[in-house]
């Protein structure tokens, strides 16, 4: 990773388990915060966005197809990893981060993509 990455933040979304917070913060050495710590688990998608625009350098990562919305329809910042998996184990679901979470960082960091697909 690069130098610059260290200003960024991913931001996991409640729906996704705290422990890849975790995980994701050791791979990549990216802060990676859940939702819940952030204390955002109860707070409307919307603001959420905004608080994260207000930050700018925030990936959020998440289930949600209301993010890729705001997104989509607001813009960037912040960015986001659209989780595209049916329910699955957190083993699974790690698995499968693990294997393109370089490429979606790379791609949202230093390309120009404001959402990256992980299927």
């Avoid at 959020?60 to 989780?83: E, H, M, Q, T, Y």
Wanted: proline residues 3%; charged residues 25%; aromatic residues 12%.
């Amino acid at each position: 990773m690069n130098i610059f990455t260290n200003e960024w933040e991913v931001w996991v979304d409640e729906n996704t388990s705290p422990i890849i917070a975790k995980w994701l913060m050791e791979e990549i050495k990216i802060k990676c915060i859940s939702f819940h710590y952030l204390k955002l688990n109860k707070i409307p998608d919307e603001d959420i966005y905004k608080l994260a625009k207000s930050k700018q350098k925030v990936i959020i990562l998440s289930k949600d197809n209301d993010f890729r919305n705001l997104v989509s329809w607001k813009g960037s910042p912040p960015k986001l990893i659209a989780i595209n998996l049916s329910n699955c184990s957190n083993r699974y679901l790690w698995q499968t981060l693990r294997s393109q979470i370089y490429d979606a960082i790379d791609s949202l960091i230093f390309g120009d993509l404001d959402i990256f697909d992980i299927k």
